[in-house]
């Protein structure tokens, strides 16, 4: 089984939350994180880029995302960011629209506090933040399917080659009685709210989401990608596939699939804020600066505190978005700076201007902006 030395040499960035910014591990986490690593190595190829169109940065939603994104936010799981990992206005807002419909409340609205209490408990369940990023573009039944076998343990991996990867990692995780009873029933409340909810939901904003979506995608092609195109290449980023939801908040998720690949990356991100500056772009931009951030926050020695540790990198993500920008141009860096205070602003950060909302130490920026220039070609 491999240890976070092996994790750190591989490459694989499975959630850098999940894997990178444990502070103070217990030894149950080390066994799931161990556990993920080990199925990494299983054989099981981490190439997502099969299920992609041709183009190198694909923004679009995925409604298999969606559905697992909105079961997170209905149940309130949250994470200690700075900035939420989900909407919170989501939840009201789809309860307005059940209502509408006269199906308030659904199995999820009244099982929400049980599941949120087992979530909380177990902190394997972090993981859950991340799941739509493993299955990729599979469709919403086949990752029902496999939240089912798995936890049957009826080995879903070779039953669906679309969701191979993301089933050995549910397998090689959850593996108590308990912790299998939990996704079973999980599953099957997700089935439900699919069934008599979201998917007509979904059909009904995809229009809009879609929109979201190609927008985001002419922004980033045209205006903020070749304004940090050194930096891409000094990360070896060139591609990848951005699933925008709007069940998502400012706080992001990144995964790296094949280590060989620079175009073989998943991203998701929030269309709820993108009316307002860079928007989506923005929030991508903060993504890929994640792993710069948290390096600094590692170097400073601050990472065996993760609540703080994650906060800072988050702060810090944002601003070094701000920082790569900078000579961009064409205003960039006033409409990023735009998106990130209206985030602020949205969930209750106080701070009037982008440097207070986001505030960080004159020598944690220093080294930021060094380690900047180190991954810039």
């Known amino acids: 089984m491999l240890d976070s030395s092996d994790l750190a040499t591989s490459r694989h960035r499975f959630s850098r939350r999940f894997l990178t910014d444990r502070r103070s591990l217990t030894p149950k986490v080390i066994s799931a994180t161990t556990a993920m690593a080990a199925a990494c190595c299983l054989g099981i190829s981490t190439e997502l880029s099969a299920q992609r169109s041709s183009e190198t940065w694909e923004f679009r939603t995925v409604e298999s995302a ?40 659904t199995r999820l609205d009244r099982q929400a506090g049980s599941f949120l209490e087992a979530f909380e408990r177990d902190s394997t369940f972090e993981l859950f933040h991340f799941l739509p990023l493993y299955f990729g573009t599979a469709r919403p039944e086949t990752v029902l399917e496999v939240f089912s076998e798995v936890a049957a343990g009826s080995g879903a991996r070779s039953a669906y080659e679309e969701a191979a990867f993301a089933s050995s990692v549910l397998e090689s995780v959850f593996r108590s009685r308990s912790q299998r009873q939990v996704l079973a029933e999980y599953a099957d409340v997700l089935e439900e709210e699919w069934e008599v909810f979201l998917r007509d939901y979904s059909a009904e904003s995809s229009t809009r989401q879609s929109e979201a979506a190609a927008e985001a995608s002419r922004e980033w092609h045209l205006r903020v990608a070749p304004a940090v195109a050194g930096f891409l290449d000094g990360r070896q980023m060139s591609g990848g596939l951005v699933m925008v939801s709007a069940a998502l908040g400012p706080e992001g998720r990144v995964f790296a699939g094949d280590p060989e690949s620079t175009e073989d990356n998943v991203f998701a991100v929030s269309s709820a804020f993108s009316g307002t500056g860079l928007g989506i772009s923005a929030y991508l931009l903060k993504e890929l600066c994640y792993p710069v951030a948290s390096g600094v926050v590692a170097a400073l020695g601050i990472s065996r505190d993760r609540v703080n540790a994650e906060r800072l990198s988050g702060r810090l993500a944002v601003r070094c978005g701000a920082e790569l920008l900078a000579d961009g141009g064409a205003g960039l860096a006033d409409d990023y700076r735009a998106t990130f205070l209206a985030a602020a602003a949205a969930t209750g950060i106080s701070g009037p201007t982008f440097e207070t909302a986001y505030p960080v130490e004159a020598n944690t920026l220093e080294r930021l902006r060094r380690d900047l220039r180190d991954n810039t070609r």
Request: proline share 5%; charged share 20%; net charge positive.
């Open 66 to 105: 969606d559905l697992l994104f909105h079961g997170l936010a209905v149940v309130g799981l949250q994470g200690f960011s700075s900035l939420p990992l989900y909407d919170r206005d989501y939840a009201a807002r789809v309860r307005a629209a059940k209502e509408a419909r006269g199906i308030y409340p």
